[in-house]
């Protein structure tokens, strides 16, 4: 069973960071693409950014310059380093993973269960 554990949320102010990691357990066989989505209260969720298994990244333009998205393979973890964090960027982050079970699978995407950050002014 395939599982995504988010941390590294909390509670700063306006202009201080926060890394956030995701690691995944289970029997994986690769990962195909990371992505971090947020959402606040009364809002739609909105894809923060996205990293592919070819390097690709991608990222809203809210966040664009301040955060920046990585991974480690080999430890199946998945990170997003956020800078300069404004009252805006108030939100429950998730993880959200596409990757294969084996060699013959198809894609499956997982969902962590989210990270509260709150960013103070």
């Known amino acids: 069973q395939v599982r995504l554990a988010e941390s590294g949320g909390g509670l700063v102010q306006a202009g201080e960071s926060l890394r956030l990691s995701c690691a995944a357990s289970?029997?994986?066989?690769?990962?195909?693409?990371v992505n971090w989505y947020r959402q606040a209260p009364g809002k739609q969720r909105e894809l923060v950014a996205g990293?592919?298994?070819?390097?690709?990244?991608n990222y809203a333009a809210s966040v664009k310059g301040r955060f920046t998205v990585s991974r480690d393979n080999a430890k199946k973890m998945a990170f997003l380093q956020m800078n300069s964090l404004k009252p805006e960027d108030t939100a429950v982050y998730s993880c959200?993973?596409?990757?294969?079970?084996?060699?013959?699978?198809?894609?499956?995407?997982?969902w962590g269960q989210g990270t509260q950050v709150t960013v103070s002014s």
């Open positions: 289970g029997s994986i066989f690769s990962i195909t693409a």
């Open positions: 990293l592919t298994d070819g390097g690709d990244t």
């Open positions: 959200h993973v596409i990757l294969w079970l084996g060699p013959y699978d198809t894609p499956r995407q997982f």
